[in-house]
């Protein structure tokens, strides 16, 4: 139940993405529906209407945000239902559900992967240049960034486990030279009253 209740949170968060998914597409200017040949109108010319190309972007970029969170929740949910498959073991796992499940999440991943490549690169405005490249140039740079401050953060962990273990090894050692002096100066008591008898 445990694990059918985890799946169906990431088929959630896989529909969360999608409904925000037609939210972007539709910003950006939808799916290209079919065209049919009829027709047009000779449109009236229309009044010049002024876009703040700032506040466009800055929409763009809050929708990719957004965006990007969610898929970033949807790839956590992935790793730590793999997590929870490798170290705990549960007797009542349907493996051939849990399994369908795992696939479907990691399909829907996929998918959205290219959307999104797709949408950046072809649908977004002009004026935004090579989005798509940028934005994970630099994840890039971030991600070797972040990965730099994590081993950083583990050499300083090891440091101090080393501390404590060498903290407890030197209070070890005390206790027993202590422990030794006073078996030396018992010795030492003794042999001076054997000899005074």
């Not at 700032?54 to 969170?69: G, H, I, P, R, Y």
């Not at 972040?146 to 080393?162: D, S």
Request: charged share 30%; glycine share 4%.
């Amino acid at each position: 139940m445990e694990v059918k209740a985890t799946v169906d949170e990431a088929v959630g968060i896989g529909k969360e993405i999608y409904g925000f998914w037609g939210k972007l597409a539709k910003m950006f200017g939808g799916n290209p529906a079919p065209v049919q040949a009829a027709p047009k109108p000779v449109a009236k010319k229309k009044a010049f209407v002024a876009v703040d190309e700032t506040k466009v972007m800055a929409d763009v970029v809050s929708q990719l945000t957004e965006f990007f969170k969610l898929q970033e929740q949807l790839a956590d949910h992935i790793r730590t239902e793999e997590e929870k498959s490798k170290n705990v073991y549960d007797p009542n796992a349907n493996l051939m559900e849990a399994a369908l499940k795992r696939v479907m999440a990691q399909d829907q991943m996929a998918a959205l992967e290219v959307t999104i490549r797709e949408t950046m690169v072809y649908q977004s405005p002009p004026e935004m240049g090579a989005l798509y490249s940028k934005v994970f140039e630099m994840r890039d740079i971030i991600k070797q960034e972040q990965e730099n401050a994590r081993l950083k953060e583990e050499v300083k962990e090891r440091y101090r486990l080393w501390q404590r273990r060498e903290a407890k090894r030197q209070f070890l050692l005390k206790e027993a030279y202590l422990a030794g002096t006073a078996i030396f100066l018992l010795y030492i008591w003794m042999w001076l009253l054997y000899i005074r008898k």
